[in-house]
């Protein structure tokens, strides 16, 4: 089977920096995503860790450690529109991806 | 560029009453097309995924089918709506393999009453 863990919800200060984790158990591994949910919106994709490692792109990074089964997305100099649901997503084979429930970020002033 | 287009953007329908959303995506070929649905407050559930025209591979047993008629439409249906069909339906597409990157649609707002 498989299975992803993220904590339900997390709140940050604007200006600061956050570090969301996920977990998985997996059956085969080619891949995790990080996709941001505004709400009321369609999820739109941030990042994809293939190798172990940190991957930068602007204020977002993403670091997988692949021996772990484990991933964080880390924002920096928080904004007010990065409030929003952040999806870890994982590949294994070829079959859909298995998304995890998602962390609620509250970015607050 | 890719796009990808769902409508209607939100409905509102009876108990009982039928059920046709469409999704269709332009600027590829032979995508994989998704379904999902996700409740208020919950995570994405996966409800149907195409690789090809004719085939459908369904995840959770309910009261939705889903047909792929054309290589980019995907078409979510259900014969007769139960409550808690309500929700925000999403579409999305992937590119070769089925582990891809995947692009959502703007989704459909789904009220049943």
């Known amino acids: 089977g498989q299975n992803i863990d993220q904590p339900t919800e997390m709140t940050a200060t604007e200006g600061a920096i956050v570090q969301i984790n996920c977990t998985y158990q997996t059956s085969g591994f080619n891949g995790l995503f990080w996709y941001q949910q505004h709400a009321g919106e369609a999820p739109t994709f941030l990042s994809y860790?293939?190798?172990?490692g940190l991957e930068e792109k602007g204020r977002f990074s993403s670091f997988l450690s692949r021996s772990k089964g484990y991933s964080y997305l880390l924002l920096k100099e928080l904004q007010m529109k990065d409030s929003a649901s952040y999806l870890c997503a994982v590949s294994s084979g070829n079959t859909p991806l298995v998304f995890g429930k998602g962390t609620r970020l509250s970015v607050i002033a | 560029s890719q796009t990808i287009h769902q409508w209607p953007a939100t409905l509102v329908q009876p108990v009982g009453s039928p059920l046709s959303l469409e999704c269709t995506v332009e600027?590829?070929?032979?995508?994989?097309l998704y379904w999902y649905r996700q409740a208020a407050g919950r995570g994405l559930q996966l409800l149907f995924y195409?690789?090809?025209?004719?085939?459908i591979s369904s995840e959770v047993p309910q009261n939705l089918s889903a047909s792929r008629p054309q290589d980019r439409q995907f078409i979510l249906s259900s014969k007769k709506l139960l409550l808690s069909d309500s929700g925000f339906y999403l579409c999305?597409?992937?590119?070769?393999?089925?582990?891809?990157?995947?692009?959502f649609g703007p989704g459909t707002r789904l009220l049943v009453l």
């Open positions: 600027g590829t070929s032979n995508p994989n």
């Open positions: 860790n293939v190798l172990d």
């Open positions: 195409s690789v090809g025209i004719g085939q």
């Open positions: 999305a597409w992937s590119s070769s393999a089925l582990g891809e990157t995947q692009y």
